[in-house]
T-cell receptor
Framework: GENVEQHPSTLSVQEGDSAVIKCTYS??????FPWYKQELGKRPQLIID?????GEKKDQRIAVTLNKTAKHFSLHITETQPEDSAVYFC?????????????FGKGTKLSVKP | DTEVTQTPKHLVMGMTNKKSLKCEQH?????MYWYKQKAKKPPELMFV???????INESVPSRFSPECPNSSLLNLHLHALQPEDSALYLC?????????????FGPGTRLTVT
């Protein structure tokens, strides 16, 4: 079955710097890759996603890139702000998971220092 | 309405109690999910309902019993739980098989088993 690896497990940056979180997946047929942000004590919040027929997607300070050949995808946050501090989870949806089954990475705790 | 709601927010129960968690969405989504999340871990899929039918049961112990009374409601009945079942229980929904892979999470129920 699908396996998602996420790195790093913790990331500390200065406010204004960029942050990059990387994930790799094992099932080449996976076709959907969302990213969730979870603040302490709150729900996971979908912040951006990408489908397998797209290489890059951007939404203001957040972008996701997908390399299907290498089976990895990355989250890029530019001009980081203290409110970006949270745990970020990547996920992959295996093809044929018609019920929307998502396989999550283990998470990255991002700390943005003012 | 673009939210998934869950009640109660917090629940403390003894190992002999019977309780239920409730989840509701009014986005017309036809897939609904129960996840369990332990501290500092990603959400772990428990059950998936697709068009009100149970489609995935990830080998969850029978002390957890899901129910989908209609397309907007999802319940999780709890009975004879163990202390290790203490966790954040998250409900999520998505459009279902007809596209729209995005899953939206509710705020969760923080369950403590004493």
């Amino acid at each position: 079955g699908e396996n998602v690896e996420q790195h790093p497990s913790t990331l500390s940056v200065q406010e204004g710097d960029s942050a990059v979180i990387k994930c790799t997946y094992s099932d080449s047929a996976s076709n959907y890759f969302p990213w969730y942000k979870q603040e302490l004590g709150k729900r996971p919040q979908l912040i951006i996603d990408i489908r397998s027929n797209v290489g890059e997607k951007k939404d203001q300070r957040i972008a996701v890139t997908l390399n299907k050949t290498a089976k990895h995808f990355s989250l890029h946050i530019t001009e980081t702000q203290p409110e970006d501090s949270a745990v970020y989870f990547c996920a992959a949806r295996p093809y044929g998971g018609s019920q929307g089954n998502l396989i999550f990475g283990k998470g990255t705790k991002l700390s943005v220092k003012p | 309405d673009t939210e998934v709601t869950q009640t109660p927010k917090h629940l403390v129960m003894g190992m002999t109690n019977k309780k239920s968690l409730k989840c509701e969405q009014h986005m017309g989504h036809r897939a609904m999910y129960w996840y369990k999340q332990k501290a500092k871990k990603p959400p772990e899929l428990m059950f998936v309902y697709s068009y009100e039918k149970l489609s995935i049961n990830e080998s969850v112990p029978s002390r957890f019993s899901p129910e989908c009374p209609n397309s907007s409601l999802l319940n999780l009945h709890l009975h004879a739980l163990q202390p290790e079942d203490s966790a954040l229980y998250l409900c999520a929904s998505s459009q279902g098989d007809r596209g729209g892979y995005e899953q939206y999470f509710g705020p969760g129920t923080r369950l403590t088993v004493t």
